[in-house]
């Protein structure tokens, strides 16, 4: 059964910095295209990230680009949103979501940025 | 960069009636156009790939058509676990993998 865990959400201050993590498994992790999508409170989705099955190759959504950063570890089936420079308006639950389009998401995690 | 539209923002309708979402491309996606639905407190789920393929477990009373710039998810008659939001995404031209407003079906 497929599986994507998130975590690494929670509060923190304009200006700061937050890991998030997607725990996949089920599946063969290496072999797919990965993608971090973000719903703000009340909100439509929102497309942020997306890298490539061995991580070569990344692409960004405009609003995070130069804050953001994707990143795998396929040895752990893990992938990655290292985000800096957080705002205000960065606070959204987070999703990990398989290949494009995505076939399978997590459950999300909050992030929360307030001072 | 592609912007995805899509209308009605809000669709009522009573248990057991047809549902017509629209979602249109600034320019053309071919047939690369998926449908997600969204249930309160729950992450989304795959519906439709390939503008009119279903995903795994999706029931047949979920149907998409539509190619280029004009797209259509219809639900045939509604149940109540239907009631929910829907978005459509682009992934022709990327990035951004652009997402629409979004559709919330409501009870009427």
């Known amino acids: 059964e497929v599986q994507l865990l998130e975590s690494g959400g929670g509060l923190v201050q304009p200006g700061g910095s937050l890991r998030l993590s997607c725990a996949a498994s089920g599946f063969t992790f290496s072999t797919y295209a990965m993608s971090w999508v973000r719903q703000a409170p009340g909100k439509g989705l929102e497309w942020i990230a997306v890298?490539?099955?061995?991580?070569?190759?990344?692409h960004y959504a405009d609003s995070v680009k130069g804050r953001f950063t994707i990143s795998r570890d396929n040895s752990k089936s893990t992938l990655y949103l290292q985000m800096n420079s957080l705002r205000v308006e960065d606070t959204a639950v987070y999703y990990c979501?398989?290949?494009?389009?995505?076939?399978?998401w997590g459950q999300g995690t909050l992030v929360t940025v307030s001072s | 960069e592609i912007v995805m539209t899509q209308s009605p923002a809000t669709l009522s309708l009573s248990p057991g009636e047809r549902a017509t979402l629209s979602c249109w491309a600034s320019?053309?996606?071919?047939?690369?156009l998926a449908w997600y639905q969204q249930k309160p407190g729950q992450a989304p789920r795959l519906l439709i790939f390939?503008?009119?393929t279903r995903a795994t477990g999706i029931p047949a009373r979920f149907s998409g058509s539509g190619s280029g710039t004009q797209f259509t998810l219809t639900i045939s008659g509604l149940q109540s676990e239907d009631f929910a939001v829907y978005y459509c995404?682009?992934?022709?031209?990327?990035?951004?993998?652009?997402f629409g407003g979004g559709t919330k079906v409501e009870i009427k």
């Open positions: 995404q682009q992934y022709n031209t990327w990035p951004p993998l652009a």
């Open positions: 320019q053309s996606v071919s047939t690369n």
């Open positions: 390939g503008a009119s």
């Open positions: 890298t490539s099955g061995r991580g070569e190759s990344s």
């Open positions: 979501g398989r290949y494009t389009p995505c076939d399978y």
